[in-house]
C-alpha cells in the first residue's frame, strides 16, 4: 500500500530528515511513504510553486491513502496545504488517516490566540465571529471526513513536548494503514 505523507513537516529544517523517519516507519509495517519533498522540483524556476503542486497531485493520485499531519501549524488549526491534500484524497474515496499531537479542541486552542468569548450562548472572537464550537479538534469538514473515508483522528492523551519530531501518533495511523491492507 502507498501513502502520500502530508502535513507542514515539509516547512521544518530537519524536513528531509523527518520525511526518511516517516517512510522508514511505513515501510517498517510493509508500505510505502510517498514523501512530497522527495519530488524532482527546480525551485529556482518562475514554475516552481506549479511544479510543487502538479507533483504532489500526481504523488497522491498513485498513493492508495493518506496519513495527514493535522498538528496546528501557524495558529490554532492545521496548514491548509494539508487539509486540501485531505480533501483531495477524500474526494478520491482513498483511505484516509491523520493524526494531531495536539489534542486541545479546536476552540481552546483558539483561545491561545485571540480573544474568545460567549455571547448569546455561543462562542465569538474579536470580530464577533462564531468560533466552530462542537468539542472537536479540528473544522468539523476534516474530522468527519476522516470518519467516513478512512479511520478517527489519531491523538495522543497529552500534547508531546515536541510536536514535530514526536512519530507515536505518526506510528499509529501506519500500523492502521497496515491493518486495512492486510484485512483487505
Not at 129 to 145: C, K, Q
Request: proline share 5%.
Amino acid at each position: 500500500m502507498k501513502i502520500y505523507l502530508a502535513g507542514p513537516d515539509v516547512f521544518l529544517p530537519d524536513a528531509v530528515e523527518i520525511g526518511r523517519q516517516k517512510a522508514a516507519i511505513c515501510a517498517a509495517h510493509g508500505l510505502t511513504g510517498l514523501y512530497p519533498l522527495d519530488n524532482a522540483i527546480d525551485l529556482a524556476s518562475p514554475t516552481a510553486s506549479r511544479q510543487i503542486f502538479c507533483a504532489n497531485e500526481a504523488m497522491m493520485d498513485e498513493a492508495d491513502a493518506i496519513i495527514a499531519n493535522l498538528t496546528p501549524f501557524r495558529g490554532a488549526g492545521a496548514d491548509p496545504g494539508t487539509v486540501y491534500e485531505l480533501g483531495y484524497m477524500a474526494g478520491r474515496r482513498k483511505f484516509c488517516l491523520a493524526y494531531s499531537n495536539d489534542p486541545a479542541t479546536y476552540a481552546d486552542r483558539l483561545g491561545r490566540f485571540a480573544d474568545v468569548t460567549s455571547a448569546d450562548g455561543r462562542l465569538v472572537d474579536a470580530q464577533g465571529l462564531t468560533v466552530e464550537d462542537f468539542g472537536l479538534v479540528d473544522n468539523l469538514m476534516m474530522i468527519h471526513a476522516l470518519e467516513l473515508h478512512g479511520c478517527p483522528l489519531v491523538m495522543p492523551a497529552q500534547m508531546p513536548i515536541d510536536v514535530w519530531h514526536d512519530l507515536a501518533a505518526f506510528e499509529t495511523c501506519a500500523r492502521m494503514a497496515a491493518a486495512r491492507m492486510i484485512a483487505t
